[in-house]
């Protein structure tokens, strides 16, 4: 039996319209694995801020840097120092007397990003975690004094 013209013409309508919605959702949320790469990304910048909160708090106790995240183990409770991807360990490095760097790689670009990864301004913190996607080394320079607990 022969479908009729109208028929035909309201199936290839009803296609069109799907994969036009199916396309647009893509677009707007982007892919499966953009949001499994943000959803990283965002695991990466919660690491890195654990990792500067323990770094300020043995700067506060001690008065001095930790040498290597040896220093920071079984001391501020669990601090997650690997990559959640390629289980990598991520970078630090004493830059001066009272100044560090953390380093990751990232998979996404929120350079052009206004308000991402946003931390509360306490002193001595980064306000943004904006990232290329690549490997990005984020400066930090402790602004705590021994004996003053941070606000």
Same mark, same amino acid.
């Given at each position: 039996?022969? =479908?009729?013209?109208?028929?035909? $013409? ?9 994969? $036009?919605? &199916? ?18 990304? =965002? #695991?990466? &910048?919660?690491?890195?801020? =654990?990792? #500067?909160?323990? &770094? ?7 008065? $001095? ?9 079984? #001391? ?53 975690? #904006? ?21």
């Amino acid at each position: 039996m022969k =479908q009729p013209d109208g028929l035909k $013409i309201l199936i290839a309508i009803v296609v069109a319209a799907v994969v $036009i919605v &199916v396309g647009i959702g893509f677009y707007l949320s982007g892919t499966p694995s953009n949001a499994r790469a943000e959803k990283l990304d =965002q #695991q990466r &910048v919660n690491d890195l801020t =654990q990792i #500067q909160n323990a &770094v300020e708090n043995y700067y506060t106790t001690r008065n $001095i840097l930790p040498k290597t995240f040896d220093d920071l183990k079984n #001391q501020y409770g669990y601090i997650e120092l690997v990559d959640p991807l390629t289980h990598e360990q991520y970078e630090y490095r004493e830059t001066a007397t009272t100044a560090y760097e953390l380093c990751a790689t990232f998979q996404t670009d929120t350079t052009n990003e206004k308000q991402t990864f946003v931390r509360p301004k306490y002193p001595g913190f980064e306000p943004l975690w #904006q990232h290329p996607a690549e490997k990005k080394c984020f400066s930090h320079t402790v602004r705590v004094k021994l004996g003053q607990p941070m606000m």
